[in-house]
C-alpha cells in the first residue's frame, strides 16, 4: 500500500521556482527560479538555511556534480556561475552562451560538465579542480546540437552516450567518448521538456508539451511505449535512488508515480485530496539520503513528499 505524506510546504520564494537539485551532502537541498538568489534548505529541519548566492536573472537549471564540491547554476543570461562549497563562494563563472541556459548535467568518469542553452549549442567544460583548490575550469567543446532550443539533457547509466532533448520536437544520442551523433529521431509532436534514461540503461524517457510519455529503447532507439501521462507538458522525470520506480510532473499540476513496468501506481493531485500545488510543477527529485520526492511550482512553494510502501 503506497502512503503519501507531505511533511512540508516551505514559503520563501517571492516568484515561481523553476528547479530544485539535492546536495551532495545529505540532507540539503537547493532551489531557484524568478527570484534573485539560490536557496539553501535543511530537510532534517524542513527550513530555509540561507541564500546561498546571488544571481542577476532567472535561473531554470541547477546542478550538484558527484565529482566536484560545486553547485552549477545556470542563468538566463547564458552564464553558468560554479559555486565552491569548499570556499563557500562563487570561484567561476562560465561565460560562453549568450541565450538562456536549461540544462546542466555532469559526466563522472570524464570529470566534464554539459550545459544546454535556447542557442541550440552544447558547451562542455572541465570539471577538474587542482590540488590547490582552484581550477580555471577552461571549455572543451561546444557544438549545434539543433536549430532550437536543447532544453533537457540525459546521460547514460554507463556514461556512454548522452540524450538531448529539443524544442524541435527531436531528440539527439551522442556518443560521450567523442561527442559524436548516433541518432536523431523525432520523438514527439510537440517540444521535447524532459529527459531520463532509466537506472539499467535499457529505456529511455522522454516527457513532452504534448503530455506524452514516450519510452525508447535504447537498443536502436525504436519506441517502446507511449503513455498519455499527464493533461498538459511534462517538466520533470525522476527516477527513485533506491527503488524500481520514478516520477513525472507537469504543467497540469500534478506528480504521478510509476513502476518499472511504467504502469500507473500514484497520482498526487487536488482531486485526489493531496495538498498539492496549485500552479504548474515545475520539476521534481528524490533526495537520496532519506528518499523524500521534493516539488517546486509556479505557485512559489517547495513541498516535501514522503511516499513509502513502494
Not at 78 to 96: D, I, M, P, R, Y
Request: with cysteine.
Amino acid at each position: 500500500m503506497i502512503e503519501v505524506e507531505q511533511i512540508a510546504s516551505l514559503p520563501g520564494h517571492q516568484n515561481p521556482v523553476y528547479t530544485v537539485e539535492a546536495s551532495q551532502k545529505p540532507g540539503i537541498i537547493f532551489t531557484a527560479g524568478n527570484d534573485k538568489g539560490v536557496v539553501e534548505w535543511s530537510l532534517k529541519d524542513k527550513a530555509f538555511i540561507k541564500v546561498l548566492m546571488p544571481v542577476s536573472t532567472s535561473v531554470y537549471a541547477l546542478h550538484a556534480p558527484s565529482a566536484a564540491p560545486l553547485l552549477a547554476v545556470g542563468e538566463r543570461s547564458g552564464n553558468v556561475s560554479l559555486f565552491n562549497f569548499e570556499e563557500q563562494k562563487v570561484t567561476a563563472v562560465l561565460k560562453h552562451h549568450k541565450q538562456p541556459i536549461f540544462d546542466i548535467k555532469s559526466v563522472s568518469s570524464k570529470k566534464e560538465l554539459l550545459v544546454s542553452s535556447e542557442d541550440g549549442t552544447v558547451s562542455v567544460w572541465d570539471l577538474e579542480i587542482g590540488a590547490s583548490g582552484t581550477s580555471d575550469h577552461s571549455p572543451l567543446y561546444s557544438f549545434k546540437v539543433s536549430t532550437a532550443t536543447v532544453r533537457a539533457i540525459s546521460i547514460s547509466p554507463d556514461e556512454k552516450t548522452v540524450a538531448f532533448g529539443c524544442k524541435d520536437n527531436r531528440v539527439r544520442i551522442y556518443n560521450l567518448a567523442d561527442y559524436e551523433l548516433l541518432h536523431d529521431f523525432e520523438a514527439h509532436t510537440l517540444p521535447v521538456s524532459s529527459l531520463l534514461y532509466s537506472p539499467d540503461g535499457r529505456f529511455l524517457m522522454s516527457g513532452s508539451r504534448d503530455a506524452q510519455l514516450n519510452v525508447w529503447d535504447t537498443q536502436g532507439y525504436l519506441l517502446h511505449k507511449t503513455i498519455p501521462a499527464h493533461l498538459f507538458a511534462i517538466y520533470s522525470i525522476a527516477w527513485h535512488p533506491s527503488k524500481d520506480v520514478f516520477a513525472t510532473s507537469a504543467r497540469d499540476k500534478t506528480i504521478k508515480i510509476w513502476n518499472s513496468e511504467f504502469q500507473l501506481i500514484k497520482t498526487l493531485s487536488i482531486d485526489k485530496g493531496y495538498p498539492m500545488h496549485r500552479l504548474s510543477v515545475n520539476k521534481i527529485a528524490w533526495e537520496p539520503n532519506n528518499g523524500y520526492l521534493i516539488s517546486v511550482s509556479d505557485d512559489k512553494l517547495v513541498m516535501i513528499w514522503n511516499i513509502t510502501g513502494l
